[in-house]
């Protein structure tokens, strides 16, 4: 019985084997980055410059995995996904994904998906940037129930508004990811201004938020 068990763990980690090297690629380029960013190895100045530098890292460390001659790791920005139904994101089928990464191995294609945020203290624009994190990680549920695999949320800020600041606005003060926070899954989220930024939100799962901070940067990387 041991032995069939054992057999068993193998066999799903063979399968889960793609599934595995990614999160493997992401943890490491996800640590890479946040020191290059904090010490200066790396300059970004807006979320497309941020977006670019962890392309590359992903797909430098990705091409390392490819064993076979039909192996690929393949990096894709903003790419237009078709959804089976509407999401928060769009009203139509499709999304756009900030960062796509279609992997194969043995003949098998691992999909991931992540979803990035990069907040300037000098471009502050509270308390929308709280919202679309939310926003953010509601679509990546979304995606992993139409055919992606993976999914991970990326934020980075010079801001500790957004990790360690004591209260927000009443009106807003539900879309909160301060360090140590948690969110119960199906928790409505409300924006209860005048006129709200955006329509109510509700995750599906649960999540602690848990900051890590370099340097005068903050890093927060959440799975889905």
Known sequence: ENNHDISKAIDKLIFRKGEIIIEEIIEQSFRLLCNKLAYGGLKAENEIAFQCELGIMLKTLGQLYEFETEDKFQI?????????????KSKTKNARIDILIKYTLNGKITKAAIEL???????????????????????????????????????????????????????????????????????????????????????????????????????????V
């Open 117 to 223: 945020k990069f907040f300037k203290k000098k471009n502050h624009r509270e308390p929308n940037n709280r919202y679309d994190v939310f926003k953010d990680i509601s679509n990546l549920e979304q995606y992993k129930t139409n055919d992606i695999d993976i999914c991970y949320f990326i934020l980075v800020t010079d801001h500790d508004h957004y990790v360690n600041k004591q209260d927000y606005s009443k009106d807003t003060a539900d879309f909160d990811f301060k360090h140590g926070s948690y969110y119960k899954a199906g928790t409505v989220l409300s924006y209860r201004t005048k006129k709200p930024y955006g329509p109510d939100l509700k995750l599906r799962q649960d999540y602690e938020f848990r900051w890590g901070n370099v340097q005068n940067l903050y890093f927060l990387k959440l799975k």
């Open 76 to 88: 894709d920005f903003e790419t237009t996904v078709n959804l089976d139904k509407e999401t928060i």
